[in-house]
């Protein structure tokens, strides 16, 4: 048992895996741990994340839309500060300050400089990538070693600048970060294998000692450049590509730490997570891989292909095992939920918009419905996409790739996500008496327009230091 009543969390968020992945998802490579959790717990079939990497894990940690941030995308210029202002309070935090002990293993991508980095935004320890694993693949290339490091240098990231390669990073809390290793395809294969080793350890150790944890574990499956750990390349019968071998890859970590878990001896006061960051597909695509019956894929904003994404919950004896939900959830919804659970609503801010809804009694089966009820879905550019109502989607603006333009049709799209999970029939278009839900997006327009009215939003790199408005008012 842990030392307080709120019970320890685990938090596992893959990279750039599909709904349609896992096994229990329909997935065709065979997942047996993965399904096995989900069996003991609830399984979300209406979950949805954010665009792409870095606003998807600030909204999980801060509880906040990320365009509220500053952190609606993935940084492309490296001489420009991006990431989480030291200002933001992180779920870390507020389990660190409840007497939490915290650390984060794998991939973090919300701030590449000193302030902004996981030990400065409550964890006690952290091991892994500062970015992202692109960053892999740079020494591969001979432009990148003759002109970026000799002739063009810009700092990537903390000590990464002049004749120096990407490197993993550690660090504890109130010291600098270190030089942990090279990052580059040498170890890619090996990468989720060494942050589940560290995340284990840590696991069993704090747990011995007694003290409850949150230990945050972002894999770096499957996002390219992509090489499978050698236990797994070509090594079933059953299996023909790299993305079915990277599956059973994950499954087999997931095992891990949950075997973990058992061997400490806290599995039924654990609460367990495992969810992706955002879809398969499209550039960001290693071969195979599925979105399942959703429409689009990673850049096909704003339809669902692009950012429903699975999630699965467990907590022996709290959260209703073998139940599945189409109930909505979304990954702001973390921070309020899990504060809840551990019993430290007080602690979350007042100071600020928080858009996460307290989801913890749904999770726990007390209500039979989720307080969530729409989702706000901005673009790379902080602009609005789309509203999702319930089944309902209103969409504002769309792009069919990376390649091709945002596009702002003359009339909004509207779709019934419960009988056209493709988006193919615009209702409006054929059933103008559906108007009505243009008024029900609107209220929730209207709604988020008056809060930055109250609190503007942070922009990209400012050192924000708070707002000038009563505590109370938030």
Request: charged fraction near 20%.
């Amino acid at each position: 048992m842990t030392a307080r009543n709120g019970p320890n969390v685990v938090f596992i968020l893959a990279d750039n895996v599909g709904w349609g992945d896992w096994g229990c998802y329909g997935g065709q490579t065979p997942t047996p741990r993965i399904d096995a959790l989900a069996s003991e717990g609830t399984r979300l079939t209406n979950y949805t994340v954010e665009a792409q990497c870095t606003p998807t894990r600030s909204a999980i940690l801060t509880g906040r839309l990320p365009v509220r941030s500053g952190t609606t995308q993935v940084p492309l210029s490296p001489s420009t500060p991006y990431g989480l202002c030291p200002w933001e309070y992180t779920l870390a935090e507020l389990l660190s300050d409840a007497g939490y002990a915290t650390a984060a293993y794998g991939k973090w991508h919300l701030g590449a400089v000193e302030g902004r980095l996981p030990t400065d935004h409550g964890f006690d320890e952290w091991w892994g990538l500062m970015n992202t694993t692109d960053e892999a693949g740079y020494t591969q290339y001979a432009g990148y070693n003759n002109l970026l490091k000799d002739k063009f240098p810009l700092p990537l990231a903390i000590g990464m600048g002049v004749g120096e390669s990407p490197k993993l990073w550690e660090a504890n809390k109130g010291r600098k970060a270190s030089e942990a290793g090279d990052l580059d395809m040498k170890v890619r294969p090996f990468l989720d294998e060494m942050i589940v080793e560290r995340a284990t350890r840590y696991i069993k150790r704090r747990a011995a000692a007694g003290q409850p944890i949150f230990t945050y574990i972002a894999f770096t499956h499957v996002h390219p450049p992509e090489a499978v750990h050698p236990d797994f390349h070509r090594k079933s019968g059953t299996r023909l590509g790299l993305y079915a071998d990277i599956m059973a890859e994950m499954d087999h970590r997931v095992g891990q730490i949950l075997d973990a878990i058992e061997a400490a001896g806290i599995i039924e006061d654990t609460v367990v997570v495992l969810s992706s960051d955002n879809a398969t597909g499209g550039v960001a695509a290693v071969p195979g891989g599925s979105n399942g019956p959703w429409r689009g894929d990673f850049f096909t904003l704003p339809y669902e292909g692009s950012y429903r994404v699975p999630a699965i919950v467990r907590w022996p004896g709290k959260i209703p095992a073998d139940r599945v939900t189409n109930n909505m959830l979304s990954a702001v919804d973390w921070m309020p939920t899990l504060a809840a659970l551990a019993g430290e609503t007080t602690r979350i801010p007042t100071d600020r918009p928080i858009d996460g809804v307290d989801a913890s009694a749904f999770l726990t089966g007390q209500d039979r419905s989720s307080p969530r009820q729409s989702v706000l879905l901005f673009g790379l550019d902080g602009k609005l996409m789309s509203v999702k109502i319930s089944y309902g989607k209103v969409v504002f603006r769309y792009a069919d790739g990376i390649d091709s333009p945002v596009v702002e049709p003359m009339l909004p799209e509207v779709y019934d996500l419960s009988s056209d999970p493709g988006e193919t029939y615009n209702l409006l278009y054929t059933r103008m008496d559906c108007t009505w839900i243009l008024f029900v997006a609107g209220a929730v327009i209207a709604s988020y327009q008056e809060s930055i009215a109250k609190y503007p939003n942070i922009e990209t790199g400012e050192d924000f230091k708070g707002y000038k408005v009563p505590r109370e008012a938030g």
